[in-house]
């Protein structure tokens, strides 16, 4: 007798159209010309890299963009500092860019910020990708602190421009922005947290009370996965974080129990799949 546990996928979980358009994008010249290189992890999920590897996408970093020639490279969702177009047009490197609109976005606005001279911080993650683009905006001046407590003893302007990086908390955003304003700061906020984000938390706290337990796919490198994954265990303190299905073991589970899968905006849907594939052979 198996397990017979009652397994769900979330449908509102899986890629946002930032990362649909990125890989559309590469797939449909990987079948034109057999391979690309792409400029970092086109998402932060291993499983879906390799798969694209296997079809002839080469990752390359920042040190390797300055050594090639003549080639096609494409920009992922996440964004690039001007930097990149520059070495690009000195290499005659045909950039493929594959920049989220809702981040290129952002970097106008941060860009605009900083022409009219205004001093600006930004909530987000030291050296993610999305981050490094937009401080390269500001000719890497703009102040990144991703936790208030890295704020203590650093002297701020009297008065600022806060933006954020796409995938943060909107509640630690507000905090934020709450903390900033009570120390008595003159704070321009911006909220600029993506919705295909933000409009997740509620509806994923719904999905997590639905079930004796969750299973959230998601690349350990992902940002939006990390703070998707707290809002599952807050609703659901039965939620594990999984990136492979390798990682799940029937010990987790109990007969009979009614199982919830959700993901990241970076999680494949055929990973989740899969997930529920191994779940459902117990
Ligand atoms: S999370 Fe939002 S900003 Fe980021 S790639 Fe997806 S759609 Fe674009």
């Given at each position: ?228 994954y707290e809002v599952c265990l807050k609703n659901n303190p039965q939620s594990y974080f999984v990136s492979d299905p ?21 999680t494949p849907m055929w990973l989740m799949e899969k997930v529920k594939t191994v779940l459902e052979g117990y």
């Amino acid at each position: 007798m198996g397990y017979n546990l009652q397994v769900s996928i979330d449908k509102d979980s899986g890629f946002c159209f930032g990362v649909v358009y990125a890989i559309d994008m590469a797939e449909e010249i990987l079948e034109e010309d057999g391979y690309l290189y792409c400029l970092g992890d086109i998402v932060h999920n291993d499983e879906e890299v390799a798969r694209l590897t296997a079809k002839g996408l080469r990752i390359i970093d920042h040190d390797d963009l300055p050594q090639l020639k003549n080639e096609k490279v494409l920009i992922r969702a996440h964004g690039e500092a001007p930097d990149t177009y520059r070495i690009a047009l000195e290499n005659n490197i045909t950039l493929i860019d594959a920049s989220c609109p809702v981040v290129l976005k952002l970097q106008n606005r941060v860009k605009t910020s900083f022409d009219e001279q205004e001093k600006i911080l930004i909530f987000g993650k030291h050296g993610h990708a999305e981050v490094i683009g937009l401080q390269g905006q500001t000719n890497n001046e703009a102040l990144v602190f991703q936790d208030l407590a890295e704020l203590d003893g650093v002297e701020l302007p009297a008065k600022f421009t806060l933006y954020s990086q796409t995938t943060k908390s909107t509640d630690k955003f507000y905090a934020i922005k709450d903390n900033l304003l009570s120390r008595g700061y003159e704070v321009k906020a911006n909220d600029t947290i993506c919705r295909q984000v933000s409009n997740r938390y509620e509806d994923l706290g719904i999905f997590a009370q639905k079930f004796d337990k969750i299973v959230f796919v998601s690349g350990k490198k992902s940002s939006n996965g990390r703070v998707l994954y707290e809002v599952c265990l807050k609703n659901n303190p039965q939620s594990y974080f999984v990136s492979d299905p390798e990682e799940l073991s029937i010990d987790m589970f109990n007969p009979e129990e009614r199982i919830g899968i959700c993901g990241a905006t970076s999680t494949p849907m055929w990973l989740m799949e899969k997930v529920k594939t191994v779940l459902e052979g117990y």
